[in-house]
């Protein structure tokens, strides 16, 4: 079982066990014109059905810093009633906790509680939106919680999946996947897609640079990067 605490934090960045990436790290700034009395509406409030959750995480991403204590109780709620959420509002929360920059234990509890539910059907584009929203909040992608399922919902839209392969391969890098099966797939998959001219030259150089940093002793990587650069 995991031990997930919150660390430290300071005026530029928020410290959690999960090292959130500095890509997304913006909190401590007022989260309205008054941070006291928002903080005094947020803690007044039993619960927040999942749309007034988002219109308040909402709210909080629009400005450029939140109040610690405020994305804490946020947090809490998420995870408190996660299970009230159809998947494309877990995906929105997620987002919007990553576009705030904090993520803790109920922010974990909430994401993999329902993995299941937003990867087990995912489409193409949900897919690359929620392993993108979770890389980038440093959440353990590899925990079995979260890759037991989007490993093989990755394999089952590999086949759609375009313009995203450059985010998923760029995702599994920055945590180190070593699950050579998928990460070739990939990697094929873009092959074939360049070579069919479906796939720009820019995505595909993401996904060979990700690609390299993963398996860099695979058959014809340094032939495929050759013909990258040149």
Same mark, same amino acid.
């Given at each position: 079982r995991l031990n997930i605490s919150l660390m430290a934090l300071s005026s530029s960045r928020l410290l959690h066990p999960?090292?959130?990436?500095?890509?997304?790290?913006?909190?401590?700034?007022?989260?309205?014109?008054?941070?006291?009395?928002?903080?005094?509406?947020?803690?007044?409030?039993?619960?927040?059905?999942?749309?007034?959750?988002?219109?308040?995480?909402?709210?909080?991403?629009?400005?450029?810093?939140?109040?610690?204590?405020?994305?804490?109780?946020?947090?809490?709620?998420?995870?408190?009633?996660?299970?009230?959420?159809?998947?494309?509002?877990?995906?929105e929360a997620t987002r919007l906790f990553r576009s705030i920059g904090y993520a803790d234990a109920s922010v974990w509890a909430a994401v993999a509680g329902r993995a299941d539910n937003v990867l087990g059907t995912a489409s193409p584009k949900r897919l690359v939106q929620f392993l993108e929203y979770v890389g980038d909040l440093q959440l353990p992608l590899r925990d079995p919680s979260i890759w037991s399922v989007a490993r093989p919902s990755i394999l089952a839209v590999l086949p759609h999946i375009r313009g995203g392969l450059g985010t998923v391969m760029e995702t599994l890098a920055a945590h180190g996947c070593k699950d050579?099966?998928?990460?070739?797939? #990939?990697?094929?998959? =873009? !092959? /074939?897609?360049?070579?069919? *001219?479906? @796939?720009? #030259?820019?995505?595909? =150089? !993401? /996904?060979?640079?990700?690609? *390299?940093? @993963?398996?860099?002793?695979?058959?014809?990587?340094?032939k495929t990067r050759e013909v990258i650069q040149g």
């Open positions: 999960f090292r959130v990436s500095s890509r997304c790290l913006h909190v401590a700034k007022p989260i309205s014109p008054d941070p006291t009395e928002m903080m005094g509406a947020i803690s007044a409030a039993s619960r927040y059905t999942p749309d007034e959750l988002l219109q308040v995480l909402t709210r909080v991403a629009r400005h450029d810093s939140a109040q610690i204590s405020a994305c804490r109780v946020l947090a809490r709620r998420f995870g408190q009633s996660a299970g009230e959420y159809y998947p494309t509002q877990i995906v050579d099966y998928i990460i070739d797939a #990939l990697m094929a998959q =873009a !092959r /074939v897609l360049f070579r069919g *001219g479906e @796939l720009s #030259l820019s995505i595909f =150089a !993401r /996904v060979v640079e990700s690609y *390299g940093s @993963l398996r860099p002793e695979a058959d014809n990587f340094d």
